[in-house]
């Protein structure tokens, strides 16, 4: 950017192979990464980060995606979110969008929707 701000697309997975390969493919596209291991790290290293967007795995230990969607709400109301997981159900997409969720990828991800996703939110 002109003025030297950047913007960084958040990546929060407990599976270090999938961080890395994500952290790869979006630094080959371009973005700033940033990620974290857990939903605790993210809110412990990413306060003072200006993250553009957010990739969540529903299924980590202590908070699952969701648990963290809702409590990014609650500071960060128009993040846009996209959650990743290998299980979907219209369960998990019904409350996933009711706490504003942007986005539902299924694993394996699909690069195009992916970047789809990271480009909108970068503008």
Do not use: N, W
Not at 5 to 24: E, K, N, P, Q, T
Not at 41 to 48: G, I, L, S
Not at 111 to 122: D, P, Y
């Amino acid at each position: 950017m002109e003025d030297g701000h950047r913007l960084y697309v958040a990546v929060v997975d407990d599976d270090d192979a999938v961080r890395d390969s994500l952290c790869f493919l979006l630094e080959a596209a371009g973005c700033d990464v940033l990620t974290f291991a857990s939903a605790a790290e993210f809110f412990a290293r990413a306060e003072h980060a200006d993250i553009a967007c957010l990739l969540v795995d529903q299924h980590m230990p202590q908070m699952t995606g969701l648990e963290l969607a809702a409590k990014v709400r609650e500071t960060q109301p128009g993040l846009p979110m996209a959650l990743m997981t290998g299980s979907p159900s219209p369960e998990l997409t019904r409350r996933a969008f009711e706490l504003g969720v942007t986005e539902m990828l299924e694993k394996p991800l699909q690069e195009q929707g992916l970047l789809a996703f990271v480009q909108a939110a970068l503008g």
